[in-house]
């Protein structure tokens, strides 16, 4: 506590110093509220540039504006940069006077306050962008439509919705284990085989197709026309030269939603090959060593040895795919739009919200898959944490 | 590092100043135009002043654009229309912007109900939009997205051009949202006309006629007598509902129709399970359809019709769809040459000649001087004019005069329509989104899956959807 003369004369100075920086930084706030309000009235552009025009003195011009608003290409000019003046130097006056408020204060509280200076601003657009949608959300389920009981008994005894989560649950299970079980594999082999980059990029460029690309590619495969008709689609192809009367793959149920679960499992399985062959590089090979010498058979150390030394990768990658795969929507909205009992509860939810103009039940289908995400979530961090990640 | 700060703010203003003084000089003229059509518009009042290169109008904006007094202004409009069709509507809009020097966006979306809907939600809407479901309309309005006519329209002149059920369509809540614009029918049927000659064969004009014509065309030919399929994305269904609600125009008065969109009888009621029983008479028999129920579900709606055109002769012979079709047909085929269309023949007599249709009407959601001209010049006979040339278009306006009409096929359209007893509109349009876009479609999908064999259950669980309130 002992302080030195000199350092204690500079408490009135340093004190006045941090009002300043405190006002510039509620100023920025206000300047950068100010504009992105300004920003968001189309008609506020030209009225800025008039007020430009009455300050320096040209009131005629100002009033020309006024009346017949700025050329639409001069007024985009004006609002970018009005955009990257507000934005970039908003947010650069706000970070720097908070930083400097933050210097003045007293050392300890200074240590505390500091990171959430920073963080402020991003949990404040969390707040608006995540918090209050999903709190909207839950409000909405229980209020719109049919009320709370009317939106929820939907949700779990609609026929065509138990169908929709009868296909989910079947989804999840097969596309999880379909992409896991399949990348492993791949992984391991691509381990052993001596071009390994080049093999795995076959496994992995699906990967780089968006899902609406994937089902466009896919809905050619199965592809049908009528008996007699060449098949355009190459499952019909081969199916029909084998001697079979085509199949309309994506009008058969149960079979069509596999058939859209193997596209998911397409476009995944290069995600989790990659994981997991790294996790795989990772294994020390004292300890598969080890094992040999300890007379473990190939099958023995793949199952004691390298699975249990991966599991944490094994989670990371079931997990993201569990989500991925719980959300699926673009693929049932191109292939069969949820046709010919396909329907997952992401696609009704769109159709609910968008098309049925239902918000009640939409929120409620939202809110119980969020519901359902939220323990596997749990489980993935977890698990990041037990790894260190999170740290 | 604050001083360089400054200067840099100093000299992006200073720029943006200059940018600002080219412009207003440059606009200077025009500004001054503008006063002086101003004054006259003020002047003049309603309709009489236009000045030399105006045209006269019966509508008050539409007066002031052609005189100029909006040129400049941009005005955006979307729509369905896409690819061949988007000419066509192009066709209307591009007179309007050379008259009055205001610009015109126009956006076709496909997927288009479902884009407009998140886009308005949005606080996105286009200046004006399009569309063919007075229901959205409706929704749109009672959600306050829409500017009302009445206070600046010309209603009298929109009485005097369209039919009472049009301004009906297009209003809620006593005021007017809309101005209908395209006219549909849809209760036609398309035939191979060089087949039907080299075959002798005559056109149906009763439905037993026609069941009779398709028995002995399976026996002529062994093809399959009609075209028909239902897939059209996230809308796949509505063919199907088209053909039950032209056959219940058929099978019931027309009061009874009224009283199925509306709710105030059962979806299933015995009427309607009776117009589904005449529909499985065609969809569900042996041969009759091309690819069976498989292809009513897997082909697209537009390639319906392309077996008629098949080089070994017509592999389907008769395709019930609106006069649009012809766009979708393969190349080289032309209408009423390769194949033309006859009146979908009356089941009852007592119940004359009903006449399905749908139609498209505009929607403003922005009101602007320059959009309401826009609004304005889309509910005249001479915005219709270029799209009637172009074909495969109809007017419900009245005004048009019947003689623009010249061509195939829309003298025969007309002709039907001048015929008919009863005009309805499709029904699936104006019923609950919940149903008529969603378990209407879906169940006729289900339907067909099903070879028509759960009708009972199909109805009832449409029936269970209908929106409680």
């Not at chain 1, 970070?95 to 963080?119: E, G, Q």
């Not at chain 2, 209908?180 to 087949?195: A, E, H, N, R």
């Not at chain 2, 190349?331 to 390769?338: C, K, M, N, R």
Request: net charge negative; proline share 5%; charged share 20%.
């Amino acid at each position: 506590m002992e302080k030195t003369p000199q350092r204690r004369e500079q408490v009135a100075p340093r004190f006045l110093k941090g009002l300043g920086w405190g006002f510039l930084g509620t100023a920025a706030l206000g300047l950068l509220w100010v504009g992105i309000a300004v920003l968001l009235d189309a008609d506020s552009i030209p009225g800025l540039v008039a007020g430009l025009y009455d300050l320096i003195g040209l009131e005629g011009q100002a009033e020309a504006i006024r009346a017949r608003g700025l050329q639409e290409n001069f007024s985009r000019i004006i609002i970018a940069a009005f955009a990257i003046i507000v934005g970039v130097g908003g947010v650069w006056i706000l970070f720097t006077a908070l930083n400097k408020f933050v210097d003045v204060l007293p050392y300890r509280t200074r240590k505390h306050i500091r990171p959430w200076m920073f963080v402020a601003p991003a949990l404040g657009v969390l707040g608006v962008y995540l918090i209050y949608p999903t709190i909207q959300t839950i409000r909405l389920s229980f209020t719109e439509d049919g009320g709370f009981a009317d939106n929820y008994s939907f949700v779990f005894t609609d026929p065509a919705m138990q169908v929709a989560i009868r296909n989910n649950a079947l989804w999840l299970v097969i596309g999880t284990t379909g992409s896991v079980v399949i990348g492993l594999l791949f992984a391991v082999l691509a381990d052993r085989v001596r071009r390994e980059a080049f093999a795995k990029t076959f496994v992995f460029m699906p990967l780089a197709i968006s899902m609406v690309g994937a089902s466009v590619i896919w809905r050619f495969v199965y592809a049908w026309r009528p008996e007699g008709q060449p098949q355009i689609g190459l499952q019909n192809a081969i199916y029909t030269s084998l001697g079979n009367e085509p199949v309309a793959w994506l009008q058969v149920p149960p079979g069509n939603t596999f058939f859209l679960i193997v596209i998911m499992i397409w476009l995944q399985t290069g995600f989790a090959m990659v994981i997991l062959s790294a996790a795989l590089k990772g294994v020390p090979s004292e300890i598969i060593e080890a094992g040999r010498i300890d007379g473990a058979s190939e099958p023995q150390l793949f199952f004691r040895v390298v699975l249990p030394s991966i599991r944490g990768a094994m989670i990371t990658v079931a997990t993201t795919i569990f989500i991925a795969i719980l959300k699926v929507f673009d693929i049932v909205f191109v292939m069969t739009g949820g046709r010919f009992e396909t329907e997952v509860i992401a696609n009704r939810m769109f159709n609910e919200m968008f098309r049925f103009r239902n918000f009640g039940r939409a929120s409620a289908l939202a809110v119980v898959l969020m519901i359902v995400v939220i323990p596997i979530m749990v489980v993935n961090i977890r698990n990041l944490k037990r790894q260190g990640v999170g740290q | 590092m604050s001083k360089r700060w400054l200067i840099a703010m100093v000299t992006a203003l200073s720029l943006i100043l200059a940018a600002c003084a080219n412009d207003a000089e440059g606009g200077d003229t025009t500004t001054t135009a503008a006063n002086e059509t101003t004054t006259t518009a003020d002047g003049g009042e309603t309709t009489t002043t236009a000045d030399e290169g105006g045209m006269e109008t019966p509508y008050e904006h539409l007066n002031a654009a052609y005189a100029g007094e909006y040129e400049g202004a941009t005005v955006n409009v979307a729509a369905q229309w896409v690819d061949a069709e988007e000419e066509n509507i192009l066709s209307v809009l591009t007179p309007f912007e050379e008259a009055t020097g205001i610009t015109i966006n126009y956006e076709g979306i496909s997927d288009y109900e479902t884009v407009l809907t998140v886009r308005v939600e949005g606080n996105d809407a286009p200046d004006i939009a399009q569309t063919a479901q007075p229901g959205k309309m409706v929704q749109f309005a009672e959600e306050g997205h829409l500017v009302a006519l009445d206070d600046w329209f010309n209603m009298a002149q929109l009485e005097a051009d369209y039919i009472a059920s049009f301004r009906d369509l297009a209003s809620y809540d006593g005021q007017t949202y809309g101005v209908f614009f395209k006219g549909d029918l849809k209760s036609i049927v398309w035939y191979p006309v060089q087949g039907f000659a080299d075959a002798g064969y005559a056109i149906p004009e009763t439905w037993d006629d026609l069941v009779a014509l398709s028995d002995q065309i399976a026996a002529d030919t062994g093809t399959n007598p009609w075209c028909i399929s239902i897939e059209h994305g996230d809308a796949s269904g509505w063919v199907a509902t088209d053909w039950l609600e032209d056959i219940l125009l058929r099978t019931a008065p027309a009061e009874t129709y009224d009283a199925w969109v509306n709710h105030e009888i059962p979806f299933n009621d015995a009427e309607v399970l009776e117009a589904a029983d005449y529909m499985a008479e065609i969809w569900f028999a042996d041969d009759y359809v091309y690819g069976g129920s498989t292809a009513i579900n897997a082909t697209f709606v537009g390639d319906t019709q392309t077996p008629m055109f098949d080089e070994a002769g017509p592999q389907c012979w008769f395709h019930k769809q609106a006069a649009w079709i012809p766009g979708f047909w393969p190349e080289g085929t032309e209408a009423g040459v390769d194949s033309s269309f006859f009146y979908f023949p009356p089941i009852e007599a007592e119940f004359g000649n009903p006449v399905l249709g749908s139609g498209d009407m505009w929607m403003m959601f922005n009101d602007r001087p320059e959009v309401r001209a826009l609004m304005e010049y889309l509910a005249t006979p001479e915005a219709a004019q270029p799209w009637i040339e172009r074909g495969g278009f109809v007017s419900p306006n009245q005004s048009v005069p019947l003689d623009w009409y010249g061509s195939y096929p829309n003298d025969v359209l007309a002709e039907i329509l001048s015929n008919a007893d009863t005009f309805r509109f499709d029904a699936s349009d104006t019923m609950p989104a919940t149903v008529g876009q969603g378990t209407f479609w879906s169940g006729m999908i289900d339907w067909v899956s099903a070879d028509g064999g759960n009708t009972e259950d199909v109805f009832q669980s449409i029936e269970d959807s209908w929106p409680a309130s």
